[in-house]
T-cell receptor, first 113, second 113 residues
Framework: DAKTTQPPSMDCAEGRAANLPCNHSTISGNEYVYWYRQIHSQGPQYIIHGLKNNETNEMASLIITEDRKSSTLILPHATLRDTAVYYC??????????????FGPGTRLSVLP | DVKVTQSSRYLVKRTGEKVFLECVQDMDHENMFWYRQDPGLGLRLIYFSYDVKMKEKGDIPEGYSVSREKKERFSLILESASTNQTSMYLCASFSGGPYNEQFFGPGTRLTVL
């Protein structure tokens, strides 16, 4: 059963912010939200994760709503190299083996010149 | 720089052949994974291993086996390859715990003729 829903595709103009939404309405209190991306013909790459506070790193920002039922990944200044499939994943904190990283279809982001 | 490497980027085999896909990680991680990725289906977990000689079935283990004789190496075996095993195969490793992420290899695109 999918724990997250994402739009299948989005476009973004180069240099603008890309805002990728994710719904996780059944998220539990001990589940983290992870974001990965997969550039064509490569393995998925970790971007960021969070529990309930907003997070920022050198790649992106993660905004989680107060009720934690949805989140948004923000790429502040999208470049052509950000064209990829973006995956939103919820993972229970007690999953010590990592077997519950469940990757759905994701959102295909196209950054346009 | 952390690394997960896979033995081949592209592989072509014939129906009925025995196929070995090798994965090596240099991060001293306990946990390693094999996924397959097909269009529209996201990543599906085949097997994972949480220690040397230990393995657990994932969501789609049928037709596959695995071997983990050394901590850094996790092998996926197709005992008798079939055309429906044509896919992208991704290996990942994970150190464990609630705060960490999986690291992926570049993938092996296997074609079974």
């Amino acid at each position: 059963d999918a724990k997250t829903t994402q739009p299948p595709s989005m476009d973004c103009a180069e240099g603008r912010a890309a805002n990728l939404p994710c719904n996780h309405s059944t998220i539990s209190g001990n589940e983290y939200v992870y974001w990965y991306r997969q550039i064509h013909s490569q393995g998925p790459q970790y971007i960021i994760h969070g529990l309930k506070n907003n997070e920022t790193n050198e790649m992106a920002s993660l905004i989680i709503t107060e009720d934690r039922k949805s989140s948004t990944l923000i790429l502040p200044h999208a470049t052509l190299r950000d064209t990829a499939v973006y995956y939103c994943i919820v993972r229970v904190a007690g999953d010590n083996y990592g077997q519950n990283f469940v990757f759905g279809p994701g959102t295909r982001l196209s950054v346009l010149p | 720089d952390v690394k997960v490497t896979q033995s081949s980027r592209y592989l072509v085999k014939r129906t009925g052949e025995k196929v070995f896909l090798e994965c090596v990680q240099d991060m001293d991680h306990e946990n390693m994974f094999w996924y397959r990725q097909d269009p529209g289906l996201g990543l599906r977990l085949i097997y994972f291993s949480y220690d040397v000689k230990m393995k657990e079935k994932g969501d789609i283990p049928e037709g596959y086996s695995v071997s983990r004789e050394k901590k850094e190496r996790f092998s996926l075996i197709l005992e008798s390859a079939s055309t429906n095993q044509t896919s992208m195969y991704l290996c990942a490793s994970f150190s464990g715990g609630p705060y960490n992420e999986q690291f992926f290899g570049p993938g092996t695109r296997l074609t079974v003729l």
